[in-house]
């Protein structure tokens, strides 16, 4: 069975930086993609960030030019650095890997979330 394990997050006031840390535990064979999706109490889950295995990223709008996602290809961990955050940023904040356990058993898995708020 493969979990993800997140790290990081807290409370921070605005114009502050965090940082938040995901890794797969178990066997696992390739990963194709992993990111960061948020969810504010009241709304729909969004993208963060994602990057692949080619090092290709995507980054919503909002958090553009003030997170940087990246990833430890040798230790299956991806690294969410966040500047500047607003309050507005507040959010759980969930690791999503898309991986091979095996080369045939493809899965999309979820972290348990962590919180991130931003407040004076």
């Known amino acids: 069975q493969v979990r993800l394990v997140e790290s990081g997050g807290g409370l921070v006031q605005p114009g502050g930086s965090l940082g938040l840390s995901c890794a797969p535990s178990g066997s696992i064979f390739t990963i194709v993609a992993m990111g960061w999706f948020r969810q504010a109490p009241g709304k729909q889950r969004e993208l963060v960030a994602q990057?692949?295995?080619?090092?290709?990223?995507t980054y919503a709008d909002s958090v553009k030019g003030r997170f940087t996602i990246s990833r430890d290809n040798g230790q299956n961990s991806v690294y969410l650095q966040m500047n500047n955050l607003k309050p507005e940023d507040t959010a759980a904040y969930y690791c999503?890997?898309?991986?091979?356990?095996?080369?045939?058993?493809?899965?999309?898995?979820w972290g348990q979330g962590t919180q991130v708020t931003v407040s004076s």
């Open positions: 990057i692949n295995s080619g090092g290709a990223t």
């Open positions: 999503n890997a898309d991986l091979y356990r095996t080369p045939r058993d493809w899965g999309d898995y």
